[in-house]
């Protein structure tokens, strides 16, 4: 670990028992799973949809008040962060499987996004949450682009990176699409020796095309022609909803990874790891930040990334009763427990970033 | 007409494409259909939304759901099934069962019926009468099903075990009510476990009244033991000249089949319909469990003392799933379980015995299982 090491890892006896109050933890709010979940899902699904359909047509009645345009592009930013966070990204990794419903169901479910959700799941639900904060293994941390901690060697670039992270954040939906995309090396640099992809590589080209493609297509051709007279400002609302949501859901991921006190790790110290060690760097990995039910829901409960990561398969909405049983627990065994309000989380997240532009004071000594 | 038909495929693709390019979701339906559950709770744009209009027992053990179809379901014919599928407790479940009324009296009331079995240790059939008592609300797909009295009636021989009777009492109330005389000659061998246990009996009886042909044994399993080469001989002698129905529980399916090559009956005369899945029960000294990956047709038996995932089976037998973290977190192996029952040992849970979803790293096979693989 590299970053605030003034906490030694617990003797694996230590971490077993920890482990074991964490299954708990699980267990028992598993064994709540049930109609009070899919009721919630639905309706929030629900809200999703008004406010697709509401959105769409407000923009059109742009022509009678510039206010209808706005509340438009409120209503369809809104729908776009609800079917990403809330709804695509926990479908996505599982956690209404039980429901038996095709519509909402893991695999199959595709968002409201450039990324190709086949893409998405591969190395969102298995590279980062099976190798979190890993360097060389979690693609993830710094997404290549950004220098945030010492194991990453310093190049003039870095300088500049609060630019880069903000060009980031405001094409978000681009990086993230474009994520496997680069990994493998598909466009451009050295192909990688080793490749874990189960679709060839121009299956790969392909969906990423398409997906990107099939966005472009309904949020700059379609609905815009479709309201012809209206065509630029269908066309220029679209195109704010997709920005805003790209700010909004890159703000929360890096208030969830990139916070101050967020540690890495090297492959060699996950080898083998047991239950209790697993559960241990996730938590160490990840961070929370704390507000209204509305902010929660918003962030598709990313608002406890700590809970996430150690549950990836709960449903979300039942992370803020367990993130207090969970804190408790990381108090009992006197475990980091990173979690602070949003304000507060993000401004550690712009400090990681600036600080990480410098280069380092002096060479660390390799251990 | 190939035109008009190609230009309904190009309209029916094309509306595809729009709904998944402007959706996101596989139909326009899809998309709204949380809306539109708003007002019609449990509605599904894909299954037909009907009414339960009675629960009626038949015996201990078993009971009829009395159905009103939906007005766009299609119909049926005799000895076919449907998949009813409900919601409980968030989670949709789906059994197939054979539709136990005949199509005659469905024209006639606009009502099929279902005859259910209460499985012991079963999750949805003890539970269906209590949720659908009050006139509940339950989705079916359309009938579907090769198991069905060929239109020229030839002479005949049913065999049923238990609630296998079902698709049988369809069949016979439909030639009961159908105008015409039926004379070919019907045999049907009915197995239960006790005499309590024989359904629908006086309706089989009236039946016998009204079609000349037809002749029913009620066979007493505790009494005369099990389906055999014997009982053949003695129930229905000229059984080789017949067209053979076969519907019970697997074992019985399977026995039944080798009895009857053996005699000499060609498999093209055999029809056989499995019946719903067998009752689970999970003990601790559990048999050597099955292993059926449909798609490659590959099948593996396991060992019980050498407990394995059913990823590690998959690929002991040079099946390649997707995976990825292979500790139960990304999600990348799941795959659907087409019956059976799964242990998962990562949540310590096991499974329904029905259609579902599973992840294979962290599933261990508990009763024979089915995988769409
Ligand atoms: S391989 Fe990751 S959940 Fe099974």
Request: hydrophobic share 40%.
């Amino acid at each position: 670990m590299s970053t605030a090491t003034n906490n030694a890892r617990p003797d694996s006896a230590t971490l077993d028992a920890f482990a074991q109050d964490l299954d708990q933890i699980r267990s028992t709010t598993m064994e709540k799973v049930g109609q009070e979940d899919a009721n919630y899902i639905r309706n929030v699904i629900r809200v999703q949809r008004i406010s697709e359909i509401g959105g769409r047509v407000a923009l059109v009645l742009g022509f009678l008040s510039p206010i209808w345009w706005v509340v438009g592009v409120l209503l369809l930013t809104l729908a776009k962060i609800l079917d990403n966070m809330e709804i695509g990204h926990n479908v996505m990794h599982g956690q209404y499987d039980w429901m038996n419903d095709p519509n909402i169901n893991g695999k199959r479910f595709e968002w409201d996004h450039a990324a190709d959700s086949d893409s998405w799941r591969r190395y969102h639900n298995h590279e980062h949450h099976t190798y979190t904060n890993i360097i060389g293994k979690d693609r993830d941390f710094g997404y290549g682009l950004l220098r945030l901690s010492d194991d990453t060697r310093w190049r003039p670039k870095n300088r500049w990176q609060i630019l880069t992270y903000l060009n980031l954040s405001i094409l978000f939906e681009l990086g993230v699409a474009y994520h496997e995309v680069a990994g493998e090396r598909i466009f451009m640099g050295k192909r990688r020796k080793t490749s874990n992809l189960p679709i060839t590589r121009k299956e790969l080209r392909n969906a990423f095309f398409s997906k990107a493609g099939r966005q472009f297509f309904k949020d700059y051709v379609f609905f815009p022609l479709l309201c012809f007279p209206m065509f630029l400002p269908v066309l220029a609302g679209n195109f704010l909803a997709n920005i805003l949501r790209n700010l909004w859901t890159s703000t929360v991921i890096f208030c969830g990874h990139f916070t101050e006190d967020i540690h890495t790790f090297k492959m060699e110290e996950c080898e083998n790891e047991t239950q209790g060690e697993w559960y241990y760097r996730q938590i160490l990995g990840s961070s929370n930040f704390e507000g209204s039910r509305w902010l929660h829901i918003l962030s598709g409960h990313l608002s406890c990334q700590v809970e996430h990561h150690l549950f990836p398969d709960v449903p979300a909405h039942r992370y803020p009763a367990m993130a207090k049983e969970v804190e408790a627990v990381c108090r009992k065994y006197n475990i980091p427990y990173n979690t602070g309000s949003f304000g507060q989380q993000y401004l550690t997240v712009v400090k990681r970033v600036l600080k990480y532009s410098l280069p380092p004071k002096q060479v660390p000594i390799e251990a | 007409m190939s035109i008009s038909i190609n230009r309904a495929d190009f309209i029916h693709t094309a509306w595809r494409w729009l709904a998944r390019n402007v959706t996101n979701n596989s139909s326009f339906s899809a998309y709204f259909e949380p809306l539109v559950q708003m007002f019609y709770t449990q509605w599904r744009a894909d299954r037909f939304r009907s009414n339960v209009i009675d629960v009626r027992r038949e015996s201990a053990d078993m009971y009829s759901l009395v159905i009103k179809p939906n007005k766009r379901w299609q119909g049926f014919e005799a000895g076919q099934y449907i998949e009813l599928t409900v919601e409980k407790e968030g989670a949709w479940v789906s059994r197939f069962f054979s539709i136990s009324s005949s199509p005659a009296y469905f024209e006639q009331s606009g009502l099929i019926e279902l005859s259910i079995r209460i499985q012991e240790n079963g999750q949805i059939t003890p539970w269906l009468p209590q949720a659908l008592k009050a006139g509940g609300v339950v989705n079916i797909s359309q009938a579907a099903g090769e198991f069905c009295l060929e239109r020229a009636l030839t002479p005949t021989l049913m065999i049923a075990g238990g609630s296998g009777i079902t698709p049988f009492r369809s069949m016979l109330q439909q030639l009961a009510r159908r105008r015409e005389v039926v004379s070919q000659p019907i045999s049907l061998l009915y197995y239960a476990r006790s005499s309590e246990h024989f359904l629908f009996r006086n309706e089989l009886k009236t039946f016998q009244q009204q079609l000349p042909g037809l002749v029913v044994h009620f066979i007493d399993t505790r009494d005369v033991g099990f389906f055999s080469e014997a009982h053949l001989l003695s129930y229905c002698e000229d059984f080789r000249s017949r067209d053979v129905y076969i519907c019970g529980p697997s074992p019985m399916i399977v026995h039944a089949r080798k009895v009857l090559q053996g005699q000499g009956v060609k498999q093209e005369q055999i029809h056989y319909e499995f019946f719903g899945p067998e009752p689970v029960s999970l003990d601790e000294d559990r048999e050597a469990s099955n292993v059926l990956f449909q798609q490659s047709g590959k099948q593996v038996t396991t060992d019980k003392d050498q407990v394995k995932t059913l990823l590690a089976l998959a690929e002991e037998a040079q099946i390649k799933p997707v995976t990825g973290c292979r500790i139960g977190v990304c999600h990348q192996c799941i795959c659907q379980k087409k019956s059976g029952v799964v242990y998962n040992s990562k949540t310590k849970t096991y499974s329904d015995t029905g259609q579902e979803d599973i992840q294979l790293c962290v599933s261990v096979p508990v009763a024979d299982v089915v995988l769409e693989l």
